[in-house]
């Protein structure tokens, strides 16, 4: 798969500019936000096919972000991957009950990363046209 705009939320430099070249070497569009405010804003401007959300974040934690996301109409196909360091019992639980659809643990493994991205897209998959 290839060809999709993902939006990517994560305050930190290093993590966002791993997840952006590994996703931009398989040929996706990978548009940053630093924080929660500036997420919510570009994903109604975009309709990305796919959202990364960092769980850690600075204004709003990434459980307020994904709720907000949800009650969002034209966001409500897309798919919301949490991306956390969180290695506690029950914070997988607390992503989907946030809205989010997946979660992937930090650090970021870079041999299987982009292919769980694929799994979560081919729900919202980009047009090959
Ligand atoms: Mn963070």
Redesign the pocket.
């Known amino acids: 798969m290839t060809g999709a705009t993902i939006l990517l939320v994560?305050?930190?430099v290093q993590n966002r500019y791993l997840a952006t070249f590994l996703l931009q070497q398989h040929g996706h569009k990978v548009v940053p936000a630093a924080d929660g405010r500036e997420a919510l804003e570009l994903a109604v401007r975009l309709q990305p096919h796919l959202i990364l959300l960092?769980i850690?974040?600075p204004v709003m934690d990434g459980y307020t972000v994904a709720r907000a996301l949800r009650v969002i109409p034209l966001l409500q196909a897309v798919p919301i991957v949490a991306v956390t360091s969180h290695a506690m019992v029950g914070d997988r639980e607390r992503c989907l009950a946030a809205g989010c659809d997946g979660y992937i643990e930090k650090p970021i493994n870079p041999e299987t990363f982009v292919a769980e991205i694929h799994r979560y897209l081919h729900s919202n998959p980009p047009s090959q046209s």
Do not use: A, F, P, R
């Open positions: 994560e305050d930190n960092d850690q974040l």
